[in-house]
């Protein structure tokens, strides 16, 4: 996998993804998107990864925000397509990715920066993070699951605070709200972010994909009989006569992913 936007590397079953255009603060453009498409169409796909983990490359942004000057031009046709594509390709396919994905935020984390970052699993913010969706100052609203994601996260009335107000707020107030789970030193990012994944990855890795699976559809009206489905398909796994196996036996579980 050669990438000239992104940097993408497979170490000890994690996959590393950094977006890498530290000069222009990491902003999304076209070619970014599609280069984070394929990585994750990757994830999903490969035996040998377990877990993913998101990044900006440097310490003053994890992504601030899309590209404005390739879409400024855009009527209601082209802006539907961007949205709609986006959505389908990169920002829906981190939230169904049957392996978990994780994002070190650090720095700022804007526009679709910040919808990168709640399409992930699970967020980690460094202390210099700064988190917002400014897009009503240019008179658009977020279009990539922002109104959505951010809902779901913080509750309706903060929502629609920080969509209207467009204000930024400091990783301390992220995680009070609920944005991010976690607030490290800028030092410790990574590091936290690993240790999360590595136990992760000493669970079933198709139990994992089943619970990512049934909480996406918290909230859905088939929500609860996807749980249930999804609860029955383990019990047709080696992993789950390895997990039973091995607690009855008083010793750790080998989980194979089968």
Known sequence: MEYQNIIAEVKEQIF???????EKLNALNKAVLQELASAISYASQSDEIRAVLITGAGEKAFVAGA????FQNYNLEEGKALAKDGQANVFDAIANCPKPVIAAVNGFALGGGLELAMACHIRIASENAKLGLPEVTLGLIPG???TQRLTELVGKGRAIEMITTADMITA???AEIGLVNEVVAQSELIE???SILNKIKLRAPLAITSALKSINAAGKE????IEIQEFANCFQTEDFKEGV???LEKR??????K
Do not use: C, L, M, P
């Not at 590393?16 to 530290?22: F, G, H, L």
């Open 245 to 247: 196996s091995a607690f």
């Open 222 to 225: 088939n929500g609860f009989e």
């Open 252 to 257: 750790k579980a080998e989980f194979k992913g």
């Open 144 to 146: 990539y699951g922002g």
């Open 172 to 174: 301390q107030k992220a």
């Open 192 to 194: 936290k972010a690993v």
């Open 16 to 22: 590393y993804i950094t977006i890498n255009r530290a």
């Open 67 to 70: 590209d404005i000057a390739e």
